[in-house]
C-alpha cells in the first residue's frame, strides 16, 4: 500500500466553523507533512512530525492545529479561519530523514478547503 | 538564497516532441533536486530526482541534466504524450533537512 489517503476530498465551511482533515497512511513512514497549494503555486509546507512529534512549525496561524495520534494518522483542525484560507490542503509522508534524506514523499490528493 | 527558479511558466509541446523545463538555484547546500508531477485533481507525485554527484540521470523517457557549476537542472521529457499534460515542479534541499523548497510550477500541455 503505497497510498496517502485524505478525507474529506472537499469541504465547505464559515468563518466560525469548526472542523478536521484527516490524513492516514500505512507505508511505516515516521514523518508526516503538511502542505497547502494555492492555485496555479507550488505547495507550501505548513508542519511536520517526526516520530509523532512536531519538528517543525512554519510560522503558520494559530487557527490551524495540527495533531498526530499515532504513526498512522494527522489531523488539521481549523478554528475561524480567514476567507484567504481556501486551498488545496496537501498531506505527504516519507521516511524520517537520515542520510541519505528526504527520501520520496508520498502526497495524498488533498483536501479543497473553501472558506466563505 | 533559499529561492530554485523555474522556467518556463507554460509550456505547449506536439505530441512527440521534447520538452524541456528548467530551473536554477543559488544555496549550494543544496544537495537533492526531485522533480515533481501534478494532475489536476491530485496531489505531486515524484517523477525522478538526481544528487550533484552525477551529471545525467535517466528514466524511461524522463531525463533530468544537471550542471553544478551553473547551479542549474533541467527536466527533459522525450516523445511527449497528451498523458505528459500536468504541472511540473522541480525542488532541492539539503542533507539534513526536512523542507523542500520548490520552484514555481511549469504547466505542459502536450497537442495531439
Known amino acids: 500500500d503505497t497510498e496517502v489517503t485524505q478525507t474529506p476530498k472537499h469541504l465547505v465551511m464559515g468563518m466560525t466553523n469548526k472542523k478536521s482533515l484527516k490524513c492516514e497512511q500505512h507505508?511505516?513512514?515516521?514523518?508526516m507533512y503538511w502542505y497547502k497549494q494555492k492555485a496555479k503555486k507550488p505547495p507550501e509546507l505548513m508542519f511536520v512530525y517526526s516520530y509523532e512529534k512536531l519538528s517543525i512549525n512554519e510560522s503558520v496561524p494559530s487557527r490551524f492545529s495540527p495533531e498526530c495520534p499515532n504513526s498512522s494518522l494527522l489531523n488539521l483542525h481549523l478554528h475561524a479561519l480567514q476567507p484567504e484560507d481556501s486551498a488545496l490542503y496537501l498531506c505527504a509522508s516519507s521516511q524520517v530523514p537520515s542520510p541519505p534524506t528526504n527520501e520520496k514523499l508520498f502526497f495524498g490528493s488533498g483536501t479543497q478547503l473553501s472558506v466563505l | 538564497q533559499q529561492q530554485v527558479k523555474q522556467s518556463p511558466q507554460s509550456l505547449i509541446v506536439q505530441k512527440g516532441g521534447i520538452s524541456i523545463i528548467n530551473c536554477a538555484y543559488e544555496?549550494?547546500?543544496?544537495?537533492?533536486f526531485p522533480w515533481y508531477q501534478q494532475f489536476p485533481g491530485k496531489g505531486p507525485a515524484l517523477l525522478i530526482a538526481?544528487?550533484?554527484?552525477?551529471s545525467e540521470k535517466k528514466e524511461g523517457r524522463f531525463t533530468i541534466s544537471f550542471n553544478k557549476s551553473a547551479k542549474q537542472f533541467s527536466l527533459h521529457i522525450m516523445d511527449s504524450q497528451p498523458g505528459d499534460s500536468a504541472t511540473y515542479f522541480c525542488a532541492a534541499s539539503m542533507e539534513y533537512g526536512n523542507k523542500l523548497v520548490f520552484g514555481a510550477g511549469t504547466i505542459l500541455r502536450v497537442k495531439s
Open positions: 507505508m511505516g513512514h515516521r514523518a
Open positions: 544555496n549550494t547546500a543544496f544537495d537533492y
Open positions: 538526481i544528487r550533484p554527484d552525477v
